[in-house]
């Protein structure tokens, strides 16, 4: 059985709660990553999407310069490393989110994504 542990992206992209939706976007882009992870020291406060940018873009014209607390996900959904990737594909598609922070006894491990359980599943099939 393929764990989250084992396909989750482990280098985690994070911004402050503080930090503009701008800001955000920029590091998301110069990362190539569909989310980040606000985090406060180690607290995971929430996270922040690609949606997320599309929904304050689309409600408020200076939506840019607010801080990622209007617009963020707070406590979002997590799982842990050693659930099943079927289990975070099942809580993926029920919340209806591509994104789901890996946490282990309140420690954020990582993120695992829509992409990452399709590539495994890839790799799986042989394709």
């Given at each position: ?82 659930a099943s990737v ?42």
């Open positions: 059985m393929t764990t989250v542990g084992d396909i989750m992206s482990t280098e985690l992209v994070t911004v402050s709660a503080s930090s503009t939706v701008a800001e955000a976007a920029t590091v998301m882009g110069e990362r190539h990553v569909g989310s980040a992870l606000v985090m406060e020291g180690d607290a995971l406060l929430g996270i922040f999407t690609e949606r997320d940018i599309v929904r304050a873009l689309s409600q408020d014209f200076d939506a840019p310069g607010h801080p990622l607390s209007h617009w963020m996900t707070t406590n979002p959904l997590t799982i842990d490393p050693d079927e289990e975070a594909l099942s809580r993926m598609l029920a919340g209806g989110f591509r994104h789901l922070p890996v946490v282990d006894g309140g420690s954020t491990l990582g993120v695992i994504s829509m992409r990452d359980i399709s590539r495994a599943q890839a790799e799986r099939s042989g394709a």
